[in-house]
Structures are given as C-alpha cells and as structure tokens.
C-alpha cells in the first residue's frame, strides 16, 4: 500500500494565499491562548470542534499553525469535499487529504501533524440551538488512529464563528421540503446536506465577530499503545471530549469579559476615516470653487 499523500503548497503558494486573508484577519481579530500546549513531538493529532459550516475560522487557525509552529496539518476532511470539481485540488495545497484510515495512517506514518473533527458535518451544520456542542455522536476513530500510532492529541477549541450566522432551515428542514427530495434523486448523504443559513450582520451579511482559539493540554495515549479496544478507544475519547468542552469554557469566559469581543471598536474606527476621507474630498472641492 503506498503512502504518498498529496503534496501540500509551496512557500511562495502558501504566503499568497494567506497574504489573501489578510482582510478577513483584520475583522475577525483572532485571539489564540494555549500555544504552549503544542510540543516539539511528532507525530500529533488536533481534536476540536466544527464550528457552524467552519469557513470563517478554520482558515485563522491553519494559518495560525503554519506561521507559529510550522505545522501544515493534514486535516481529515469529509469525502463529499473529493465530489466538487477544482475545490478537491485547492484543499489538497493547504494539507487536507480525504479522510481515509489509510490517509490518515500515512500521515501519522510520516511524522506529520493530523488536524480532525470528529463532528464532521454533523457538527458543521448544526441546528441554531446547538451553539458550540459537540455533536460527536459515538466516533471512536481518532481516537484508535491515535492508539495505533501512540500519538500525543492536543484538544482545541474554537469560539466566535458560531455566532456569524443564523440557521434559518436546519438539515432536518431542509431534508423536509422539495430540496430534500432532489437531494435523496441525486443519492446526497443526509448528514452532508446543508442547512439554510443568513448572518447575523446587517442586511444578512456575516456578523463581525473576533475569533477565540484555545490549545489545551495534550492527552498521553503511550499507556494504551498496541490497544484499539473499545474500552481504550473509550477511555481516550473521553479525555479529549473533556479537554475541549473546557476549553470551549475558558473562550466563552474570555470573551465574556474581552471589551473588543463585538465589531464595535472596528465599525466606529472604519466609520471615522470614511468620514475623515469624505471631509477632505469636500474641503479640497469647495477649494477649488473658491479659486
């Protein structure tokens, strides 16, 4: 069986497509505690939690990764990904590779770091009142990938994203009207069906939020090495579950008291220099009449 996973981006590659981010960086303002949790050991597995459909965050913590500890984690992504034609390639240049166990052994196999989350698209399209829980039903697969290899896994946690949108249909509403029904004809797996969402922001856009990332102490599997049992598969899960569902806390408390958790501070900054722009447009016309 060959290992050879897809190459990730080059330098250049990798530093253009972030440098594209860097609006987004601006808005969402991420805050990241924990970073001495992550260790020199190799290989490691990052368990968290899908934030709601993932795309506003899941970027900064990638290239959080990349930038503060060189990490290019191949994340384990959902195999309906590997199903939209030119977005198969793009995910593959930033480390996801489908979400095989042979994929995910070869990565362990290499050294590499594996980023993955348990809850998958389960999790990603969340009901509205489902806000940061962890929907990771009875998945017990990180968790042997982990005792198979002896891998330290280090609990993560994400706040912020889940409050950008507002679930206006749930899967389970959408699978009720006719858009499930040409779902089921086009044989789409129920869970991969996406809710119908808006933002929370003006006129549906996304709500300004900061974004909090939390890294918390690693779980040691040396104990359980060779075993893929349930009850160490078990034991193991419920060590990370904990550790993030902590951390979770500790970023809701956070945000909690931060002062700059709402756009506030950015909207009225923004506000003011359009205003400083519009009064020296008009101060150099009326100039000019004056002339």
Do not use: T, Y
């Given at each position: 069986m060959?290992?050879?996973?897809?190459?990730?981006?080059?330098?250049f590659e990798q530093q253009l497509a972030w440098r594209s981010l860097a609006p987004l960086r601006r808005l969402v303002r991420p805050v990241f505690v924990g970073d001495e949790h992550i260790p020199a050991q190799r290989p490691l597995?990052?368990?968290?939690?899908?934030t709601l459909a993932g795309v506003v965050d899941v970027p900064q913590l990638f290239f959080h990764l990349q930038q503060q500890h060189g990490i290019i984690p191949r994340s384990l992504g959902e195999k309906a990904h590997w199903k939209i034609p030119g977005w198969r390639r793009l995910i593959e240049r930033f480390g996801a590779?489908?979400?095989?166990?042979?994929?995910?052994?070869?990565?362990?196999?290499?050294?590499?770091?594996?980023?993955?989350?348990?809850?998958?698209?389960?999790?990603?399209?969340?009901?509205?009142d489902q806000r940061y829980q962890l929907l990771w039903g009875k998945r017990l697969g990180f968790a042997r990938l982990a005792l198979r290899h002896g891998a330290l896994i280090v609990p993560f946690?994400?706040?912020?994203?889940?409050?950008v949108w507002e679930v206006l249909a749930d899967q389970d509403q959408v699978l009720a009207s006719p858009l499930g029904e040409v779902a089921r004809a086009l044989g789409v797996r129920k869970d991969v069906v996406p809710p119908v969402l808006v933002g929370q922001g003006p006129l549906g856009l996304p709500a300004i939020r900061r974004q909090y990332f939390a890294f918390m102490p690693p779980v040691v599997t040396a104990d359980w090495q060779?075993?893929?049992d349930d009850e160490a598969a078990?034991?193991?899960?419920?060590q990370v579950e904990a550790g993030v569902e902590q951390g979770i806390e500790r970023l809701l408390a956070l945000r909690q008291e931060d002062p700059e958790?709402?756009?506030?501070?950015?909207?009225?900054?923004?506000?003011?220099?359009g205003m400083k722009g519009l009064a020296g447009r008009l101060r150099r016309i009326q100039e000019k009449l004056e002339r």
């Open positions: 060959s290992d050879e996973l897809p190459p990730v981006g080059g330098p597995l990052f368990v968290g939690n899908h590779v489908d979400g095989s166990r042979e994929n995910a052994d070869a990565a362990m196999r290499a050294g590499e770091c594996v980023l993955v989350f348990p809850g998958g698209a389960r999790e990603a399209f969340k009901r509205g946690a994400a706040v912020g994203a889940d409050d060779g075993r893929e078990w034991e193991v899960r419920r958790a709402e756009a506030g501070p950015i909207v009225q900054e923004a506000v003011a220099r």
